[in-house]
């Protein structure tokens, strides 16, 4: 219970953290999206309806702070943490290359989807963007993805004394729909 | 209900991504907020948002300054540098006046005099315990010989003893070995002037029974045929009336401070026509 209270607050910090980091590094012309990331670890560690809370929360809490329609990241950040939570199934998702790689196809199939929604939905042409904006963003994610995996391993080990880790996370085993 | 119970998480997250969709549409159909979600939301965030900003911008501020301070290190750094070319070039500009000043002195104890002068940098001097000699940068090439007198603002510093091509050694008048005959100006009473070292000239062989005041001028007296007559030597600083003796002990203080000689007058011939 505790789990879900803290959710809000907890996505509140982190979206607020990730804009404010965005406005040092980079003076807002790009975000590092660690709520991606989070995302994605959420998909790795965490069960279905726990992470799918999470990624529906912080999608919400993204698009009331930092999006301008409501229910576009929250859509795409479950659609993510779908997709990461299926492939924690098949994928080696303890190798830094592939949370890296993978983190930076999320990052670039969220940023497909924005493209697609705002083209379909307002007719904006922003394929221009990709490479100077979407591509750099993806890459960013794609290498901070290891850092807060392993910040986040660190965390998991301090807390609990050692790394969570889900039994049915072996790759071998058929995808239930009761996790 | 089976089906229910078996795909119920299935069932919740197709919920959650339906929820996220019609919230999707609605936003786009009707162009609004989050409503009340979102305003609990954003109000939650500002105060988030404030402490961290004042975070941030505190660690900014102490970074910018500490950028700023290094920075005004190395402006500081720079304008010491430049201040102390400046003083240099100052101390230069000063030394060519002064070099001026100091020449224009020599050319008028020149034109005082009607005599050739060789005009020499004084290189070096030996102020031993017994020796009181300078070196100057001009020898035989220029023209000098052993003996000739060396002359300083306002007068006499003494003569060469050495010459080479091109380097002369001058015997000051404060060397203990430096005999010039001189004259009291005032009385023309006529004496030996000797070099005492550290205490400056001696003039000896003065009777007693002669009228000699403190600051009497001295002057060569011209006799012996090495000093012309009438260059200026020093004045009387100190005289004293002994019971025993027939002369005076008279102290002379030399024109010319020796520590400070840069430039110096060979006194190389009389000029021809001159008297």
Not at chain 1, 128 to 141: D, E, K, T
Not at chain 1, 154 to 160: I, K, Q
Not at chain 2, 29 to 42: A, E, M, N, P, S
């Given at each position: 219970m505790l789990y879900y209270l803290s959710l809000p607050f907890l996505s509140i910090l982190l979206v607020v953290v990730q804009t404010t980091i965005a406005d040092i590094i980079f003076s807002g012309r790009l975000v590092i999206e660690i709520s991606l990331i989070a995302v994605v670890y959420a998909g790795f560690r965490l069960d279905l309806i726990r992470g799918s809370i999470f990624a529906f929360i912080l999608g919400f809490v993204f698009d009331c702070i930092a999006g301008s329609v409501i229910g576009l990241f929250t859509f795409i950040y479950v659609v993510i943490f779908l997709c990461s939570f299926f492939a924690s199934f098949r994928m080696a998702t303890e190798k830094m290359y592939f949370i890296a790689l993978f983190s930076f196809i999320c990052a670039f199939l969220e940023?497909?989807?924005?493209?697609?929604?705002?083209?379909?939905?307002?007719?904006?042409?922003?394929?221009?963007?990709?490479?100077?904006?979407?591509?750099?963003?993806?890459?960013?994610?794609?290498?901070?993805?290891?850092?807060?995996?392993?910040?986040?391993?660190?965390?998991?080990?301090?807390?609990?004394?050692?790394?969570?880790?889900?039994?049915?996370?072996?790759?071998?085993?058929?995808?239930?729909?009761?996790? | 209900?089976?089906?229910?119970?078996?795909?119920?998480?299935?069932?919740?997250?197709?919920?959650?991504?339906?929820?996220?969709?019609?919230?999707?549409?609605?936003?786009?159909?009707?162009?609004?907020?989050?409503?009340?979600?979102?305003?609990?939301?954003?109000?939650?965030?500002?105060?988030?948002?404030?402490?961290?900003?004042?975070?941030?911008?505190?660690?900014?501020?102490?970074?910018?300054?500490?950028?700023?301070?290094?920075?005004?290190?190395?402006e500081n750094k720079n304008l010491n540098k430049k201040i102390n070319e400046i003083k240099a070039e100052l101390v230069l500009y000063q030394e060519g006046y002064l070099e001026a000043q100091r020449l224009s002195k020599l050319l008028a104890l020149r034109d005082d005099y009607n005599y050739r002068f060789i005009s020499a940098r004084v290189i070096g001097s030996e102020q031993a315990a017994l020796s009181k000699t300078i070196l100057i940068n001009k020898g035989t090439a220029h023209g000098l010989k052993i003996g000739m007198p060396v002359m300083a603002t306002p007068g006499l510093i003494g003569r060469l003893i050495d010459v080479s091509w091109h380097v002369s050694k001058v015997l000051l008048l404060i060397d203990e070995n430096n005999n010039i005959g001189a004259i009291l100006q005032r009385t023309r009473t006529q004496g030996i002037v000797s070099g005492a070292g550290s205490r400056g000239c001696i003039l000896k062989y003065i009777y007693k029974n002669q009228d000699v005041k403190e600051g009497d001028s001295v002057i060569s007296s011209g006799m012996g045929g090495i000093f012309p007559k009438g260059l200026l030597i020093g004045k009387v600083s100190y005289v004293l009336k002994q019971d025993a003796g027939l002369f005076l002990k008279i102290n002379v203080a030399p024109f010319v401070d020796f520590t400070k000689l840069e430039e110096v007058l060979v006194l190389a011939s009389e000029e021809p026509g001159s008297k």
């Open positions: 940023e497909i989807l924005v493209i697609l929604f705002y083209n379909l939905t307002f007719k904006f042409d922003i394929l221009v963007n990709i490479p100077f904006i979407f591509l750099p963003q993806a890459l960013m994610v794609g290498l901070t993805a290891p850092v807060f995996f392993y910040l986040m391993h660190r965390l998991e080990v301090f807390l609990h004394g050692k790394p969570l880790k889900l039994a049915e996370r072996t790759g071998n085993v058929r995808i239930s729909a009761e996790v | 209900m089976f089906f229910l119970r078996n795909y119920k998480t299935v069932i919740f997250v197709a919920v959650l991504l339906i929820i996220a969709l019609v919230m999707l549409s609605y936003s786009v159909k009707y162009d609004t907020g989050g409503g009340f979600f979102r305003k609990i939301v954003l109000e939650a965030t500002a105060p988030v948002q404030k402490v961290l900003s004042i975070s941030v911008k505190s660690v900014s501020d102490a970074w910018l300054r500490y950028i700023f301070l290094v920075g005004l290190e190395e």
